[in-house]
Structure formats: structure tokens, C-alpha cells
């Protein structure tokens, strides 16, 4: 990471972590499932210690390390690239706000859990004596640009069943922002509007017509300011 925020020039780079919710992805890679936010943790310090250009010395749950010295290139912007830490439980939203530089919203979520995420993070910013000018906020979404909002959402059940082996653990017509281009702008414009400073649009359907109509939804968003 430090690597690639040299080759970026520095200010571009934004690191996304979540723990995952997926006991299986744990067991695969030997993670301990049931502490993984302490384990989240230890990773965030020992990133953080590592940006430093200092010598590191964590103690932490999952670890506990010294170096002889200063580890690996140093990043290009100064503390290293800003850390945001997702998810949609009060225990996700705390520690992205007491550990981190920022929040990110998850797609699976949908725009509306999206938007009750943020009001909880800016009150838990508040709580924790943090100011909000210096805490991302940012969040992906799923969407489709289709005839009507019908065909957008039934159009994305059927890729994203497909994708995730049939079993989905949200329901389309919650996470899925579709319809025509404007309707669609109309509802990503709702977030920015609320405080996030970015979104990430994630088309479902990867075809070149869904990514063309997609361009006239950022015009359209862009007419707006």
C-alpha cells in the first residue's frame, strides 16, 4: 500500500477495510472469526505504526511485534493513506470511528441503510469528540439503469443470484438503485445531499450498454453541482 500511494504521487490512495461476515472465509484462512474486529484492530495499528517511519513495536490481540527498525518504504503522504473501516452493526460504525479515518457503506446494504449508517457515524463522531471535516465518509452502491425500476431490479436479482451461488443475503429491490438515468441520479444525489463525500458505483450488469447509460447518469448528476 505504502508502494502504491508512492507510484499514485501521494493523496489519491484510500484503503477500504471490513472484517467480513462469512464465518467460511475465516475458516479458509485461519482467521479467528469470533474476535476478528480485535484482529481488524491489530491490522489498522500495525499499518498505521508501519506508515510512521518509526520504529514499530505493537502489542495487540492477534499480535504482538517489535521491529529493529523503520519497515518497508515510507508512503508519500504523510501517516500514510487514510484507513476507512466498513459495516452496518453499531459495533462496525463505533470502531470505524474510533479507529480509523473514516467510514465506507456497503453495497449489500442498500441507499437506505446507507443513509441511517451515516446519521449513527456523525452522532458517534460527536460522542467521541471528533469533528467531521476530518472523518470520510463514503459508500458503494449497486445499480442498474434500465427502462423502469421493475425491470432494473429484476434484472439485477437474477445477476446478483448468480453471482453469490443463488443464496443472497439482501434483498434487490433494498440494495439496488435502478431505473431510468435520471430516477437513477435522482437517488445517488440523495447521498451526497446527506454528507457522503463519495460514491463508488457498482454496476451489476458489466455489459457496454449498462456502462454507456451509466456515463449519462454521472452527467446527469454532474449538471447538478
Known amino acids: 500500500l505504502a508502494t502504491l500511494d508512492r507510484l499514485t504521487g501521494g493523496g489519491r490512495l484510500t484503503v ?10 475465516h475458516t479458509l484462512t485461519g482467521t479467528d ?14 499499518l498505521k505504526a508501519c506508515w510512521s517511519g518509526a520504529r514499530v513495536e505493537v502489542t495487540g490481540y492477534s499480535r504482538s511485534w517489535q521491529s529493529e527498525g523503520p519497515v518497508g518504504v515510507l508512503p508519500a503522504t504523510t501517516g500514510g493513506p487514510p484507513v476507512l473501516l466498513g459495516g452496518l452493526a453499531p459495533t462496525a ?33 460527536e460522542k467521541h469528540g471528533r469533528e467531521r471535516s476530518t472523518f470520510q465518509c463514503v459508500t458503494n452502491v449497486f445499480v442498474v439503469v434500465a427502462r423502469d425500476r421493475a425491470k432494473a431490479v429484476a434484472l439485477a436479482a437474477e445477476r446478483l443470484a448468480r453471482r453469490h451461488g443463488g443464496s443472497l443475503h439482501f434483498a434487490p429491490d433494498e440494495v439496488v438503485v435502478g431505473g431510468g438515468a435520471a430516477e437513477v441520479a435522482d437517488h445517488l444525489h440523495e447521498l451526497p445531499a ?19 447509460a451509466l456515463g449519462e447518469v454521472v452527467a446527469a448528476l454532474r449538471s447538478r453541482g
Open 16 to 25: 477500504g477495510l471490513t472484517i467480513g461476515r462469512r464465518p467460511a472465509d
Open 33 to 46: 472469526y469470533h474476535h476478528r474486529w480485535a484482529v481488524l484492530a491489530d491490522v489498522v495499528a500495525v
Open 93 to 125: 460504525l463505533d470502531r470505524a470511528v474510533s479507529l480509523a479515518d473514516g467510514y465506507v457503506g456497503s453495497a449489500t446494504g442498500g441507499p437506505a441503510a446507507a443513509l441511517d449508517a451515516l446519521g449513527r457515524v456523525h452522532a458517534l463522531l
Open 194 to 212: 446527506a454528507g457522503y463525500e463519495r460514491i463508488t458505483v457498482v454496476p451489476v450488469l458489466a455489459e457496454q450498454p449498462q456502462l454507456d
